[in-house]
């Protein structure tokens, strides 16, 4: 499967914003999707995902206010991003795979990954 991440930007502190990850050779329903963020110096940690099943996780510091879609139809996930902060400031990458509950934070666990976006929040 072929990911096509865009969406991202330059955004002042509590904007939103809403990023998009387009699926090609394979179908999203199919896939555990998660969202992952590298920022400058910094390892890539693990956003939100959801597997195949539909069960959905997020990390403790984007819990209420960012949220993991996905449309179908659109073979496309989304990850809608509220109340930014500023250390929200990363690459965010989308990436497939088959994974089990205890792997879908391990960015190990996905061999498919989007070229990524970039998002910046400004104060």
């Known amino acids: 499967v072929q990911l096509q991440a865009s969406g991202g930007g330059l955004v002042q502190v509590g904007g939103s914003l809403r990023l998009s990850c387009a699926a090609s050779?394979?179908?999203?329903?199919?896939?555990?999707m998660a969202w992952f963020r590298q920022a400058p110096g910094k390892e890539r940690e693990f956003v939100a995902g959801?597997?195949?099943?539909?069960?959905?996780s997020y990390a403790d510091s984007v819990k209420g206010r960012f949220t993991i879609s996905r449309d179908n139809a659109e073979n496309t996930v989304y990850l809608r991003m509220n109340s930014l902060k500023s250390e929200d400031t990363a690459v965010y990458y989308c990436?497939?795979?088959?994974?089990?509950?205890?792997?879908?934070?391990?960015?190990?666990?996905?061999?498919?990954w989007g070229q990524g976006t970039l998002v910046t929040v400004s104060s």
């Open positions: 050779g394979g179908t999203v329903s199919r896939y555990s």
């Open positions: 990436a497939a795979g088959q994974t089990i509950a205890s792997t879908l934070g391990r960015p190990g666990a996905y061999p498919n």
């Open positions: 959801f597997r195949w099943t539909g069960t959905t």
